[in-house]
């Protein structure tokens, strides 16, 4: 007995040891876990995108179009009359007067155009999806080409500013609480044609000839600089061509390839573009006076007006005002509050959309604040359009209308095209558990072993503490 | 919104730069000089003036431009100079080294190789001369297709004496000066697609005049080959863009029989068709060379003592212009065109040590003259190069005359941010050989500060030495190439694999350690009186990880 009591003492020693306790061993198990578990979250919360959250667009669902069209703009002030002795309706201001004859049959088809020009059943030709998108600021460069001007009949230069001042100037005034304008102009000297122009045989002798299809290719980007890149702002284009003596008449032909009378074309949102032929007796080289400009220009004119979507009034009506009547204003500014309201909620939406796709796309302030202004913006639009009072007292409402539907124009789509939406798209999540995958997986090793063991062991001390509590060592051997 | 518009447009008719009344004034021209060593350097310049006009005042930059209408003067690089309020631009894309020993002053000093940007422009604009000038680094990259936009602030320096404007600078209203902004990347190329955008501004690019010639495929095959673009204002005149193009040619290596005969057509691939139909002058200079001998054809419009010249007309023949030496059989290198430069000055400059922490700069300058000359020289180092300045030294000879050195600026490198500038006076005695030397330190690099081809070496931008008599034309020195310690750079990935394996392991091993069970194994029978020797502390294999 005496010789077995030495071991007994010694491992009794071992296990009451203080860092051998059961408690100790579990208590710093514990900590370790408690330790990870709290670093998840931070692990988690340091290596977020950041991502805002967007307000909900659900509010955005009942602009719908025709309620705007109808709504926009509302003004006093529009009067009819009907005039005897008028054999023709004439618009000025906002008032038109209609020919006795006319005004029981036909009054609401007269008004359409003025009011609703647009509208399904009445499309002028067309015209509308040559109108450029809205932009705050345009700039027009107006661009003299010669096609070749070392091979003779050069124009070396332009009265640009008269004419501009004759003809372009009024418009931009008129239209100055639509857009800012920025006006450059450049005269080049060397500038081929992409393709050769179909030499065809008409009564009046040869013509070298423009297919429809030819127009569409007609501006040889790759070899003409026709605007400078100092700004973002979208440019409207002004060409005058002039062809060279080699490719002299150059005239437009239609889809028949048969000649027409035109000498210019629009190219859609784009601008547009007059062909000048010089005459066979032209000089070696003169400059254009503003004479010489002025068909040019007035051409120009009208091209600038459909450009901007200024609705045309039908030929049979007279305007009594000069270039655009108050009527038309009107028109056009509910056009384009309408065009920026629809076009500002589709791009909010498709931001939110584009964000929920894509669950790495990073949202920022920036972005956020954006989408802020935009939708307050929207709601200042129908504050404008839906209060009773403002509809009544404020009587520019359609400048404010549109004012408003700009900046949320202008806001939803600098959030929409946010450089910092794009920074982490190329680094995805995998990434992340890639680089941290060393390191927690030999770390979790350990831990979860230890774990099961010490759970394992704590189930097995439950179960056998009734039956046989003394005995603590046979259960620590096992 | 405003109605500025038409106020901008009724303006425009009396005051501003881009009235009707205002003329623009294109001449080019094209220079030929045959050198001792065969090569022909050629040099276009086309001038283009608007007259009566001034450079935007920086403080209208507050206000929408007024409409800007060009004719022959280029709408895009005006419209550049009009954002940023430019007062004088001057942008050079070399490539290679001009051998001013060979061949003489360049027909433009800037022939530093790589890209070289400097600008003057006026303060008290809303928005600071550094933005301005990263916009319009920023524009002309656009513009010509160049990675100008690293001309960052680590390049930037304000060397105002020895790049003084070249033009006029108009008064400003009273606190506010011109400040100069220049920078260099000596390790820029430059090829056709800075080129193609740059003849675009041209009035007659391809199909007239001497511009005709330019064609790239025989321009960037010549020994050197450089662009140029000049803007400046001069008072009383106006507005004056100089876009020249520089390239020498070596008809020896492109002859079949080594003679260094050359006709435009031999030198270009082309020749000029017919004249350009709006410029004022146009005309081709061939310097006659020294020895003699020589046949050119067709007969030139005008005769100097050492030159000729031909006219191109409107209804001029197509012309090519040819220069044989009938006599000579194959030409045969002059020996002796080391031992007689024909440079006022030699220059040479060198960076010695192995090390990849300390070097030498060395600087060596020959005077070929027979009178003292005074030149100022012009040191920018980026900050990872640091002159140790109290090593500067100054060798003539045996002797070390430091009166040779004087008016000396520097401004010390901020390590990451500006580099160093260094400008001093030299006096170059008659015929005698001056070395410039010091030390400087290596710094070491952050990881994220290495270029993409960080193995390659970095390219330290040429001197410069501006004579202080005479046509004050710069000269450059070569760039050079500096070797830093650069790190392996899978290394960050490494680093992590590492670190978190060592993490884990030292994790594992503590842990374990905390939460090992001890217990007492008997070993064998036990033995009376003798407890120690049976006792033994074991792990315990199957619970232990």
């Known amino acids: ?478 | 919104m405003h109605i500025h518009a038409l106020i901008i447009l009724a303006s425009l008719i009396g005051i501003n730069s881009a009235t009707p009344t205002q003329e623009e004034e294109y001449h080019e021209s094209l220079t030929l000089r045959p050198l001792r060593d065969g090569k022909v350097a050629t040099h276009f310049a086309f001038t283009t003036l608007i007259r009566g006009a001034v450079p935007r005042a920086p403080h209208s930059l507050a206000d929408d431009d007024v409409s800007q209408h060009y004719t022959l003067f280029p709408l895009a690089l005006g419209q550049i100079l009009r954002e940023y309020a430019i007062t004088e631009l001057h942008l050079n894309l070399n490539a290679g080294q001009w051998d001013y020993d060979r061949w003489g002053q360049p027909g433009e000093p800037a022939v530093g190789s790589g890209a070289e940007l400097w600008v003057w422009m006026g303060d008290g604009a809303p928005t600071s001369v550094d933005a301005r000038w990263k916009g319009t680094q920023n524009a002309l990259a656009g513009l010509f297709c160049t990675s100008l936009g690293g001309m960052d602030a680590q390049r930037t320096t304000s060397p105002t004496r020895a790049f003084p404007p070249a033009g006029n600078l108009p008064r400003l209203s009273a606190p506010h000066t011109h400040r100069l902004r220049h920078a260099s990347l000596p390790a820029e190329s430059v090829c056709t697609e800075n080129l193609t955008p740059f003849l675009k501004l041209l009035p007659c690019p391809v199909q007239a005049g001497v511009a005709a010639l330019l064609n790239p495929h025989r321009l960037f095959d010549a020994d050197w080959h450089g662009l140029g673009i000049d803007v400046r204002w001069i008072a009383g005149k106006g507005v004056e863009l100089r876009m020249t193009v520089q390239a020498v040619f070596d008809p020896v290596r492109m002859s079949s029989e080594g003679k260094r005969d050359w006709t435009l057509r031999s030198l270009f691939g082309r020749v000029i068709p017919r004249a350009c139909p709006v410029a004022s002058s146009s005309r081709i200079t061939v310097d006659l060379p020294a020895d003699g001998g020589f046949v050119l054809l067709p007969d030139p419009s005008e005769i100097y003592p050492t030159s000729v010249a031909f006219n191109l007309a409107r209804g001029m023949e197509e012309l090519d212009i040819s220069m044989h030496w009938s006599q000579e059989v194959r030409f045969s290198y002059p020996l002796d065109l080391t031992s007689t430069p024909i440079s006022a000055i030699s220059v040479d400059r060198t960076l010695k040590g192995a090390s990849q922490t300390h070097g030498d700069l060395a600087l060596v300058l020959r005077n070929n003259l027979h009178t003292p000359q005074r030149v100022l020289y012009l040191e920018t180092l980026p900050w990872y190069i640091e002159l140790y300045l109290h090593t500067l030294s100054v060798e003539c000879g045996h002797s070390r005359p430091y009166e040779l050195f004087g008016n000396l600026t520097y401004t010390p490198p901020v390590p990451h941010g500006s580099p160093t500038l260094l400008q001093a006076e030299l006096i170059l005695p008659p015929h005698e050989r001056v070395r410039v030397a010091a030390r400087f330190r290596k710094s070491f690099l952050r990881y994220t500060e290495h270029p993409p081809d960080a193995q390659r070496g970095w390219d330290l931008p040429p001197a410069v030495l501006v004579p202080e008599q005479g046509a004050r034309a710069r000269v450059y020195t070569r760039a050079v190439l500096v070797d830093l310690a650069t790190p392996d750079f899978s290394m960050p990935y490494n680093v992590i694999i590492m670190t978190c394996t060592l993490a884990a392991l030292v994790f594992g091993f503590v842990f374990n350690m905390l939460t090992r069970k001890f217990v007492v194994v008997y070993v064998g029978e036990k033995k009376e009186g003798d407890a120690r020797a049976l006792e033994r502390v074991e792990r315990s294999p199957s619970k232990e990880m």
């Open chain 1, 1 to 478: 007995m005496d010789q077995e009591q030495p071991p007994e003492i010694k491992h009794k020693h071992i296990s009451s040891l203080y860092f051998q306790q059961p408690s100790v061993r579990r208590s710093i198990l514990i900590a370790s876990w408690i330790v990870i578990l709290l670093g998840v979250p931070l692990w988690w919360f340091t290596t977020a995108i950041e991502r805002l959250p967007l307000p909900s667009t659900a509010r955005l669902a009942f602009w719908s179009t025709d309620k705007l069209e109808a709504r926009a703009g509302g003004r006093d002030g529009y009067t009819v009359e009907v005039v005897h002795g008028l054999d023709h309706p004439v618009v000025k201001s906002r008032h038109l007067s209609v020919p006795v004859h006319e005004a029981v049959a036909r009054l609401p088809d007269l008004l359409l155009p003025l009011v609703y020009p647009y509208a399904a059943g009445y499309r002028r030709g067309g015209l509308e999806h040559l109108v450029a998108q809205y932009a705050p600021r345009y700039k027009l460069a107006f661009t003299l080409l010669n096609e070749d001007a070392a091979a003779g009949k050069a124009i070396t230069g332009w009265d640009i500013h008269r004419s501009i001042q004759r003809h372009i100037s009024p418009v931009l005034h008129r239209v100055s609480a639509l857009h800012n304008f920025t006006i450059e102009s450049q005269v080049h000297f060397h500038s081929p044609l992409a393709f050769e122009p179909v030499l065809a045989n008409f009564e009046d002798g040869p013509i070298y000839g423009l297919t429809q299809d030819d127009l569409k290719v007609f501006v040889n980007s790759a070899e003409w600089s026709l605007a400078s890149q100092v700004s973002n702002d979208p440019v409207l284009h002004f060409i005058v061509f002039v062809p060279s003596p080699s490719h002299t008449p150059l005239r437009i032909l239609d889809n028949n390839n048969n000649l027409t009378t035109a000498n210019a074309f629009i190219l859609p949102q784009w601008g547009g573009i007059v062909v000048t032929n010089q005459p066979s007796d032209a000089p070696a080289s003169h400059s254009f006076s503003a004479d010489d400009l002025d068909g040019v220009f007035a051409t120009f004119r009208k091209q600038l007006l459909i450009l901007l979507g200024v609705s045309e009034l039908p030929l049979e009506y007279e305007l009594a005002d000069t270039l655009i009547s108050d009527w038309q204003l009107d028109t056009l500014y509910r056009r384009r509050a309408t065009e920026n309201i629809a076009s500002s909620r589709e791009t909010l939406e498709s931001i939110v959309k584009l964000v929920d796709q894509i669950p790495n796309m990073p949202v920022g302030e920036d972005v956020n604040g954006d989408f802020q202004v935009a939708l307050a913006a929207l709601e200042d639009v129908a504050f404008t359009l839906y209060s009773f009072a403002a509809y009544h007292a404020c009587s520019d409402s359609p400048e404010l209308t549109l004012q408003n539907s700009a900046r949320a124009v202008t806001h939803a789509s600098r959030a929409f095209f946010s450089p910092g939406m794009l920074a982490l798209l190329y680094f995805p999540p995998e990434h992340t558990y890639a680089v941290y995958t060393p390191l927690f997986f030999p770390l979790m090793g350990p831990l979860v072993a230890t774990a099961l063991r010490e759970f394992a062991a704590w189930r097995k001390e439950g179960k056998q503490r009734p039956t046989n509590a003394g005995d603590e060592q046979k259960v620590k051997i096992d």
